[in-house]
């Protein structure tokens, strides 16, 4: 397949890197690869492209050598990036702050704003600012966009995206609920509003982004009026390593009492708490299994990582009033049908009525997995985070 008219969308993380090649009309895929552990010798590299896998295992020193070893895999598998006539590269940027509320071409200004805001991620932007640099001096003729993680809720009411705090320090330091996820609660709102055969702005939603990371929001006629992720990815629900919700006062106490100093207590609430902390797994399947086998310290984690759940559909229930639709994302949402059960357990006097057999049956695609008479449709709907980047960056490229 010709990488002409393609997209290549590139999710930067710190180790590692994803990326996949697609034409951003019919979504079909020609590529897709991940290189792991870059900055070890021991990273890898994985490339799969019609039908064929390319493997690398060796010193990849940083973000540009990852790169070009994942052009390298093209070359080798036939389409010359360089040569073709791409319409863009996609970059997943998780925090736009209040400068970004649509996908951004890329150009020097741009690169500085999203430098700038690094202190409100340093785990993200920054090494999302590392894959943006080297694919301008590896693909300079391609456009670049950036697609933020933040832009969807950017117009979040006042009154959900404001923090009770001394509203001069709030201003100066640029704190305020931002949420994250944002490419994907918008991909599946409009997903699951095409499947029910409505426009978004007909219906109200709760979206349930439940993977590693995990995310809710409610959503009013297309748009978010609340979600759960704040200032950063750590707050709100429970998630694979990070806590979600705690009394910030639990920041403090530690400081003063542990010897924990502030990198400490980063470290533990964003990769040592959530699922892994309480029972020491954080794949889900794992804890299914642990939960199956009577380990006590799963069945807490799970108890936890439930009640936190259906606390937050609670109040977004209450939120939006009429609610039409449910959808769980993710791959703990597309995929773990007890989660869903638990979530959504004795709420058939809130119109939600589960069908156990729709509920545990696994089909591809967009389902319905409410009963015929629950006034609610619960819907599973996977993401396609990538598509979403690809078509919002292949429109903001032709509209120029
Ligand atoms: P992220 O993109 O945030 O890394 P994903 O959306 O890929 O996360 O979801 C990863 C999570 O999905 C893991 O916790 C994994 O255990 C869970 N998961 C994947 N498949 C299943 C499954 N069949 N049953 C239960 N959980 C699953």
Redesign the pocket.
């Known amino acids: 397949m010709s990488a002409d008219g393609a997209v290549l969308v590139l999710n930067s993380g710190s180790s590692s890197l994803k990326y996949q090649l697609l034409h951003p009309d019919s979504g079909d895929k020609i590529a897709v690869g991940m290189v792991d552990q870059i900055g070890s010798v021991g990273a890898s590299a994985e490339h799969q492209q019609a039908g064929r896998t390319w493997r690398h295992v060796g010193d990849l020193p940083d973000h540009h050598a990852a790169l070009t070893q994942a052009l390298a895999f093209f070359t080798d598998a036939g389409t010359h990036l360089a040569d073709s006539d791409m319409l863009a590269v996609g970059h997943r940027t998780v925090h736009g702050g209040q400068s970004f509320s649509a996908p951004t071409l890329v150009d020097d200004t741009v690169i500085g704003e999203i430098d700038r805001l690094a202190s409100l991620a340093p785990l993200h932007n920054p090494v999302n600012l590392m894959g943006i640099r080297a694919m301008r001096e590896l693909l300079p003729d391609v456009p670049a966009v950036c697609v933020f993680d933040t832009a969807f809720f950017h117009d979040l009411p006042a009154r959900a995206a404001t923090y009770a705090i001394d509203r001069s320090v709030a201003a100066t330091h640029h704190i305020r609920r931002y949420g994250f996820h944002g490419t994907s609660h918008e991909y599946v709102s409009g997903a699951a509003a095409d499947f029910l055969g409505v426009s978004t702005g007909q219906i109200n939603q709760i979206v349930l982004h439940l993977?590693?990371?995990a995310s809710a929001s409610a959503i009013r006629g297309g748009r978010p009026v609340d979600t759960t992720m704040g200032l950063t990815p750590l707050e709100g629900l429970v998630m694979?390593t990070r806590s979600g919700d705690i009394d910030p006062a639990i920041v403090m106490y530690l400081r003063r009492v542990s010897g924990m100093d502030i990198d400490d207590i980063d470290r533990m609430l964003n990769s040592a708490s959530g699922l892994k902390g309480l029972c020491g797994e954080?794949?889900?399947?794992?804890i299914?299994d642990l939960v199956e086998a009577g380990d006590p310290d799963a069945r807490l984690a799970y108890d936890v990582y439930i009640h936190r759940l259906r606390r937050y559909l609670g109040a977004y229930l209450i939120e939006l009033g009429r609610v039409d639709a449910i959808v769980f994302t993710?791959?703990?949402g597309e995929?773990?049908a007890a989660v869903r059960r638990d979530a959504l357990a004795d709420l058939q006097r809130f119109g939600i009525v589960l069908d156990d057999e729709r509920n545990t049956t696994r089909i591809p695609g967009a389902r319905r997995i409410s009963s015929d008479d629950s006034e609610v449709s619960v819907l599973v709907v996977p993401?396609n985070e990538e598509l979403a980047i690809a078509r919002q960056a292949a429109a903001l490229v032709r509209a120029g």
């Open positions: 993977g590693n990371g694979g954080n794949d889900f399947r794992a299914t993710a791959g703990v995929n773990a993401t």
